[in-house]
């Protein structure tokens, strides 16, 4: 079955940049997405269609592809940005979605 | 504004059934795709099934296909998910979430939680 690999985890100071990896072989057909989940909570979209941000999500989350791998970039990093992140995309048929492993945030 | 909210979770045992619903408001429910996702105890995301707005294209995950079905009432404004022949595995948070025209969930509901224990 279809896999998004992502690092267990990222540890990253306040004010510097965490910056995400998720690969799949798909993703150069797929668009990719990712959400941002604290514990307790629903996910929240912070990047969809690979790079764009919707409204009111703040701009220091960018996102960006190349390749088979896209990467979620958190610059000037926040206590508040400490959460686990999923970057979700479909498979090449686009019949089945998946999530990749998940990545937690540590704002050190 | 947007709200889903799920119900119908519970402790069922093993073999077991169960229903959950999605109930939508704050959009018109009959435009949009809808989906379930899960969530495992300290686990990640793991999507489970898709809808179209009609009703008329399903797709499923390998791990709950031929157990689970998923199906919609649009005149009621709610999402449905048949959950038969439960399995420990299957203990999770249940989240519905709508799918909008860029083909990501951009509203999730607040999750219903199955736990699946004898």
């Known amino acids: 079955s279809y896999e998004l690999t992502q690092p267990p985890s990222v540890s990253v100071s306040p004010g510097q940049t965490a910056r995400i990896t998720c690969s799949g072989d798909?993703?150069?057909?797929?668009?990719a997405y990712w959400y941002q989940q604290k514990p307790g909570q629903a996910p929240v979209l912070v990047i969809y269609k690979d790079s764009e941000r919707p409204s009111g999500i703040p701009e220091r989350f960018s996102g960006s592809s190349s390749g088979t791998t896209v990467t979620l970039t958190i610059s000037g990093v926040q206590a508040e940005d400490e959460a686990d992140y999923y970057c979700q995309s479909a498979d090449s048929s686009g019949t089945t979605y998946v999530f990749g492993t998940g990545t937690k945030v540590t704002v050190l | 504004e947007v709200q889903l909210v799920e119900s119908g979770g519970g402790l069922v045992q093993p073999g077991g059934s169960l229903r959950l619903s999605c109930a939508a408001s704050g959009f018109t429910f009959s435009s949009y795709e809808m989906n379930w996702v899960r969530q495992a105890p300290g686990k990640g995301l793991e999507w489970v099934s898709y809808?179209?707005?009609?009703?008329?294209?399903?797709y499923y995950a390998d791990s709950v296909k031929g157990r689970f079905t998923i199906s919609r009432d649009n005149a009621k404004n709610s999402l449905y998910l048949q959950m038969n022949s439960l399995r420990a595995e299957d203990t999770a948070v249940y989240y519905c979430?709508?799918?909008?025209?860029?083909?990501?969930?951009?509203?999730w509901g607040q999750g219903t939680l199955v736990t699946v224990s004898s």
């Open positions: 979430a709508r799918e909008d025209l860029l083909r990501c969930f951009d509203y």
């Open positions: 809808i179209s707005s009609s009703g008329s294209t399903i």
């Open positions: 798909a993703l150069p057909k797929q668009y």
